[in-house]
């Protein structure tokens, strides 16, 4: 009777994939340039995270499109985050009612394919900003945000690098968003967060959170 051929341990012992977190954008530089900071933190732990942009822009149907593409193939748990904002363009008729329209969908179809969103009212400046101070005041647009973030960042402009300005005001920027998100759900009885009609908001603390 043959002897069986020896295997090593080593070699017959296959590598489990490490999770995968993808992060889709639906900017060109604030959102990728923010998140790689997340990327290069976790290089040495036990994930793996991707960032990427929608390359037909803002646009929720494409978020989802460069979502699904991104999946495809990974190995492994693999967690898929949208991130976007509601990006209301009030010069148009009815335009709270079309982009809350747009919203549903959004969401329906994120949940369908089992991916978590992250939003912002009226834009991802407004995480940034809850890093220095807590706000309920309807911010109306991009503009109006960074009105007030420049107070605290006299030099910031579109697609900044800013981590190093904000990461040790980090655990600030997830309590004020947090005590929002209360503010709408116990004082103002909200029952759809993702809505235009709640402003501001964002919920970008629960991406920050999954990562540190």
Sequence with gaps: MSKKPYISPRKSKQKTPRPVVIIVCDAKKTEPIYFSHFKNKKRDKLIDVKVVKSAAGKSYDAIIKKAIESAKGVEGKCTVWCVSDTDVNHNIPNAMDAKNKQLKK???????????I????????????????????????????VNELVAYLPDYQKNSDVYDKLSNRQTTAIDNAKKLRRHYEEEQKTPNLWDVSVNPYTDVYRLVESLT
């Excluded at 995480?127 to 647009?141: Q, R």
């Design 106 to 116: 959004y969401v329906e179809d994120a949940k369908k394919h089992g991916f978590e």
């Design 118 to 145: 992250a939003l912002s009212n009226p834009c991802f400046e407004f995480w940034f900003l809850l890093h220095f101070t807590y706000t309920a005041a309807n911010l109306k647009d991009y503009n109006a945000v």
